[in-house]
């Protein structure tokens, strides 16, 4: 069997400011993806925010949300008007300082907060979307916990065989959410 090594990827944003236009997508190297869009592009582009995630999955999964929130505003493919108003959204919703995103998941998840900053930033993003879904479907507070509770079960799966004192955390998660056997 041969091993597959994960890159991590990040969702950008590539905005077109002459016309308030913003591109939303994912890509493992975000500024050579920028390059090929600008020698297609009449306007001048920019890569105005990237969010890093460990594996495309990750990331494509944050794209689609992105892409399903904002589709009110598609022009057409990976293409959004009224790009800095989605911009100042992305930003404001998902791009807090490191101090931020620490007190949120230490509160929302306790001893399974990740070490590595890419993880926190990644498991925030995470919880974020669950918690816009839940108000979009205006859910119980019950059923945004499950949510809450399932993703860092499935994140700490791993994780927990490596921390032993993670692995009453998630299966206490895991039973909550309706996963225990």
């Not at 236009?21 to 920019?46: D, E, F, H, M, W």
């Not at 949120?104 to 498991?123: N, S």
Request: charged share 30%.
């Amino acid at each position: 069997m041969k091993y597959k090594r994960e890159w991590p990827h990040s969702v950008y944003l590539v905005l077109d400011a002459k016309n308030d236009r913003v591109k939303i997508g994912y890509a493992s190297v975000p500024k050579q993806r920028l390059r090929t869009l600008q020698s297609a592009s009449p306007s001048i582009l920019s890569l105005a925010l990237t969010i890093t995630f460990q594996n495309k999955d990750a990331a494509e999964a944050f794209e689609r949300h992105l892409h399903d929130r904002f589709d009110g505003y598609r022009i057409r493919g990976e293409w959004f008007e009224d790009g800095a108003i989605i911009l100042d959204y992305v930003r404001h919703q998902y791009c807090p300082s490191p101090e931020q995103i620490q007190a949120y998941l230490k509160a929302a998840v306790g001893d399974l907060t990740p070490a590595d900053p890419i993880k926190q930033r990644e498991m925030w993003v995470m919880l974020k979307t669950v918690q816009y879904e839940a108000d979009e479907e205006e859910d119980e507070y019950d059923e945004l916990s499950k949510g809450m509770a399932l993703l860092a079960w499935r994140w700490y799966e791993d994780e927990a065989a490596m921390r032993p004192e993670a692995i009453a955390q998630a299966n206490a998660f895991a039973e909550y959410a309706g996963l225990a056997a």
